[in-house]
């Protein structure tokens, strides 16, 4: 697999639509993800906003190391594990965790949503974003690093060279809210 087959599969590649309905078809293989909003209106406007002055509806490029189903399908798209994507669609969608729920844990910045408000930003996945994935035999975190880079997805945070600050200001509330601190 050449950079070039990657970045045509994720950037320019075929996609799925309604992905928890028809992420069954992910496979637990290592590889590389992106993901999609199909409509940026359904965004708050500061997020649909910039994805406009960016001139894209990419939000998100990731890596599994391990399993494409366990990483993109089971954590980020339904949050069954502590997942970046996930944490960060939610605080942009205007849910919050539970006061404290970070109060006694070891890792003070994997907050979670409840059952109910877990429950909502799945199915709002489902019908408002697309995934494309491409499996490799062996991944590196390079790659991932240098397509970040090259398209600074908005939801990125890490090695984006435009990293959207209304972002930071809402999961650093969001953590706040977790510990306790609000």
Same mark, same amino acid.
């Given at each position: 697999?050449?950079? %070039? ?6 950037? =320019? ?29 359904? /965004? ?14 990419? /939000? ?6 391990? &399993?494409?189903? =366990?990483?993109?399908?089971? %954590?980020?798209? %339904?949050?069954?594990?502590? !997942?970046?994507?996930?944490? &960060?669609?939610? !605080?942009? /969608? ?7 729920? /970070?109060?006694? =844990?070891? *890792? %003070?910045?994997?907050?979670?949503? $409840?059952?109910? *408000?877990?429950? !909502? ?6 019908? $408002? ?11 590196? &975190? ?26 930071? =200001? ?13």
């Amino acid at each position: 697999m050449t950079f %070039q087959e990657l970045e045509k599969t994720l950037i =320019k590649g075929k996609r799925i639509l309604q992905p928890i309905t028809n992420g069954n078809v992910i496979e637990g293989k290592e590889g590389y993800y992106s993901i999609w909003i199909t409509n940026t209106k359904k /965004l708050p406007p500061v997020f649909h906003n910039e994805l406009v002055r960016r001139k894209t509806n990419l /939000l998100y490029i990731g890596i599994a190391s391990g &399993s494409l189903l =366990k990483r993109l399908y089971l %954590q980020e798209l %339904q949050h069954r594990n502590p !997942a970046t994507f996930f944490r &960060s669609i939610g !605080a942009v /969608l205007g849910y919050r965790p539970e006061p404290g729920s /970070l109060a006694d =844990k070891k *890792n %003070q910045n994997n907050y979670k949503f $409840n059952i109910e *408000n877990t429950k !909502a930003i799945v199915e709002w996945i489902n019908h $408002n974003l697309e995934i494309a994935f491409h499996y490799c035999p062996t991944t590196d &975190s390079t790659i991932e690093i240098t397509l970040i880079k090259k398209y600074g997805p908005l939801l990125n945070w890490t090695h984006n060279p435009e990293p959207f600050m209304p972002l930071k =200001k809402l999961k650093d509330e969001c953590r706040a809210i977790a510990r306790n601190q609000i």
